[in-house]
């Protein structure tokens, strides 16, 4: 695999505050990554450092073979950004700010159209930004991240203010980027519907990296219980409840739902259990423990 991206402990201050502490983190081509942290974690900064508007106090970083900081322009032209807040000229249309950016990162304006379509403004691309919706701009926002083609995509909160059928669209154009090798980095609060897309996520808290693999890696690590949800048929709930030996370490959903905690090393022989009561219990469900979850798990144990 090819690393896209090289920090090497990076630190970052803003007077005697500390942004990024010895932030070390490698990117490979065609991966999708979730940053995650709380506000002020430091995952804007990390962004800004990638993609060299500041500059690191200590550590060292290499975006696609070079230091950002140099402002190499066969590097800027393969980077696509989207902030946090995109803030575009109001008065312009949708076609007219993109072609602007097409112009600044050297390409034609052919590709304005085929990027509009892409994102869902086709027919709006001859309106001007200042009528669209929080959503349009977003998506205006998007489109002008993928000029040009990048092999490294850096979304900022990119799915905020987007409608659910928005959101899934979204995923689709960060999955077809990914499948063409793109390396996609994106920071967001919105863990459950990251949960899907990313092959790896990365968890900062004040600065520091306090987790980092795929969320099956975060699983083991964190050994947590999943959760085993059960069906029974009316009026057996009590009957199953005795059957399994359940004392206590479960909760009553309903009249004929049961949920137990069970560490992975339990689960399978309980399942195996369970699915032997066949007249009595009609479905088993296992819920492995979620993004969100895992996530104040590791920040729960940061914290201890
Ligand atoms: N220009 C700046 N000047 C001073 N302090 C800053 C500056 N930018 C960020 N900080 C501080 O650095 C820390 C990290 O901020 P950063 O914006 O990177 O966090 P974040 O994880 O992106 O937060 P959010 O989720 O709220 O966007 C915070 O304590 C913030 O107050």
Redesign the pocket.
């Known amino acids: 695999m090819t690393s896209n991206v090289k920090l090497d402990a990076v630190v970052k201050r803003?007077?005697a505050?500390v942004?990024t502490d010895q932030f070390s983190l490698v990117l490979e081509e065609g991966e999708t990554i979730a940053l995650v942290?709380?506000?002020?974690?430091?995952?804007?900064?990390?962004i800004?450092l990638v993609l060299g508007l500041i500059r690191p106090d200590a550590g060292t970083i290499c975006v696609l073979g070079s230091d950002p900081a140099r402002g190499d322009a066969e590097v800027r032209r393969s980077l696509g950004y989207l902030p946090?807040n995109v803030a575009f000229n109001l008065a312009l249309t949708g076609r007219e700010t993109l072609s602007f950016y097409a112009r600044l990162k050297g390409e034609s304006g052919g590709v304005v159209r085929d990027l509009l379509e892409h994102v869902g403004l086709g027919e709006a691309g001859g309106r001007r930004v200042g009528t669209y919706s929080k959503g349009m701009r977003q998506r205006l926002g998007l489109a002008q991240a993928l000029i040009g083609k990048p092999r490294l995509l850096l979304l900022?909160?990119p799915t905020t203010g987007l409608d659910p059928a928005l959101r899934q669209h979204f995923y689709e154009i960060v999955r077809a980027l990914r499948d063409e090798g793109c390396t996609v980095l994106i920071?967001s609060?919105a863990l459950a519907e990251m949960e899907g897309y990313a092959d790896r996520v990365v968890i900062?808290d004040q600065?520091r990296k306090i987790a980092d693999g795929s969320i099956d890696d975060l699983r083991r690590i964190a050994s947590m219980p999943s959760r085993i949800r059960l069906r029974t048929a009316p009026g057996e709930l009590q009957q199953v409840e005795t059957h399994l030996g359940l004392n206590g370490c479960h909760r009553r959903l309903s009249d004929t739902t049961i949920e137990v905690n069970l560490a992975s090393s339990q689960k399978i022989q309980f399942i195996h259990h369970a699915a032997a009561l066949e007249d009595q219990v009609l479905d088993i469900d296992v819920l492995p423990p979620s993004l969100d979850e895992l996530y104040a798990h590791f920040l729960n144990g940061r914290a201890a």
């Open positions: 803003y007077g505050r942004a942290g709380h506000n002020g974690a430091g995952k804007t900064t990390l800004k946090e900022d909160e920071s609060h900062m600065g």
